[in-house]
């Protein structure tokens, strides 16, 4: 196992939650672009926030629905990856993954990610 999400759970409408990601093995979140995605029942996965690699400024990225609510970090140190939400929203709750890949940008998405981590589930009561 290279990527490894935790911390999904139950949460109502306006709160927060912090979801985790590890990396082990030959990702380095530092090395790395990571994101990111979650995926809705039925749905294709989107891409929600990414951070560039180290060498490239680590610059991050998020996508319109998330922008101002969601914020993406990592920890270099401790190889993890996070994703801190706030006031989520019932149309937030989706299975959410992380990936490591190469891209970071307006090119992200499904097939720019060379690694993923397993589903962590998400819901947001309303």
């Known amino acids: 196992v290279q990527l490894q999400a935790s911390g999904g759970g139950l949460v109502q409408a306006g709160g927060s939650l912090s979801l985790a990601c590890a990396a082990s093995g030959i990702i380095t979140v530092r090395g790395y672009s990571m994101a990111w995605f979650r995926q809705f029942p039925g749905k294709e996965r989107e891409w929600v926030a990414c951070?560039?690699?180290?060498?490239?400024?680590?610059?991050?990225l998020y996508a319109d629905s998330v922008e101002g609510r969601f914020t993406i970090s990592r920890d270099n140190a401790m190889n993890m990856l996070y994703l801190l939400m706030s006031s989520l929203k019932p149309e937030d709750s989706a299975v959410y993954y992380c990936?490591?890949?190469?891209?970071?940008?307006?090119?992200?998405?499904?097939?720019?990610?060379?690694?993923w981590g397993k589903g962590t589930q998400v819901t947001v009561s309303s």
């Open positions: 990936a490591a890949g190469s891209v970071c940008g307006g090119l992200t998405g499904v097939s720019t990610m060379d690694y």
């Open positions: 951070i560039n690699n180290q060498g490239a400024g680590g610059a991050t």
